[in-house]
């Protein structure tokens, strides 16, 4: 007979600690997964789902399920809290962990608004067009990079630089009014006391970052890490040495860049030029 692995001593994850309160919750209800669902108008499959681990939820499925739990509503949301951060892949959860402790950082979008600074409309398209997925997913993603930007908006909140390559600022996404809105949200971003954004323009010419986006962190103890993205991967960078080579390449980048005065009103004017006309009502 094959001994088992113990488990005693391993600690649960916040995602195995939500799927267990939220099988321990039904099952104290006595509801089963089919009643559960017409109670919440999710699908069982996916309530099942939720229940093992496999998937994480949404705000919305959690609240969905706190109010039929009752008292337990406001646990279920703090356990979701935990629980999202799982949903992203494992050779990115050291980077969140890194972020979240950075004093400063600085970025380079090349390929589409930073996550930090999109608006839900924007992250969505963004999810849609990269692969197939069901409205939960979907919404479970969504959640998930939408609840990040609270690092701009903490108590001490680092201080962040984003230069948005200009061709970022010119791929629209298909509703023009949540485009333009879009645009409104880099500008309220942009009067953060901790965030300073800037727009490279076409005419800045090639770089050496060209096709790369680009995170370096400064953390508490002075160290610096970075994170480059290509359109199908991300790679950690903890090498010093590497770590300074992007660093002196973002610098001449920023200087290439507009100024934070001449990027508001750079894309002031690209308001101007999407934003949809409504007919005179008269």
């Not at 040495?241 to 004017?269: G, T």
Request: glycine share 6%; aromatic share 6%; hydrophobic share 40%.
């Amino acid at each position: 007979m094959v001994a088992r692995k113990s488990n005693a001593g391993q600690k649960p994850s916040a995602r195995e600690m939500l799927a267990k309160e939220l099988a321990r919750l039904r099952e104290e209800s006595g509801m089963s997964l089919a009643q559960l669902g017409e109670e919440t108008t999710y699908d069982r499959a996916y309530l099942h789902k939720l229940e093992t681990g496999a998937r994480v939820g949404s705000p919305e499925v959690i609240a969905a399920l706190g109010a039929v739990y009752g008292a337990a509503g406001e646990h279920l949301a703090m356990l979701w809290a935990l629980a999202s951060e799982d949903a992203f892949a494992d050779k990115y959860k050291l980077f969140m962990e890194l972020e979240a402790r950075a004093t400063v950082r600085y970025t380079y979008s090349a390929g589409a608004i930073h996550g930090l600074l999109q608006t839900e409309a924007y992250a969505r398209e963004v999810f849609e067009a990269a692969r197939p997925r069901d409205e939960n997913e979907l919404s479970e993603e969504i959640a998930a990079r939408l609840g990040r930007q609270e690092l701009l908006r903490r108590d001490n909140a680092p201080h962040f630089r984003a230069v948005l390559d200009e061709s970022v600022l010119r791929r629209r996404i298909s509703d023009p009014k949540e485009w333009t809105r879009q645009l409104e949200h880099l500008l309220e971003a942009s009067q953060l006391p901790n965030v300073t954004l800037q727009v490279l323009p076409f005419n800045a010419g090639l770089h050496t970052l060209l096709g790369t986006s680009v995170t370096i962190l400064w953390l508490p103890d002075g160290k610096a890490v970075a994170y480059t993205e290509h359109a199908h991967s991300g790679e950690l960078i903890e090498d010093p040495s590497e770590v300074e080579k992007l660093r002196l390449s973002y610098d001449l980048l920023r200087d290439l860049a507009l100024s934070p005065r001449d990027s508001v009103a750079f894309i002031e004017r690209l308001i101007e030029e999407y934003t949809p006309c409504v007919p005179d009502p008269t």
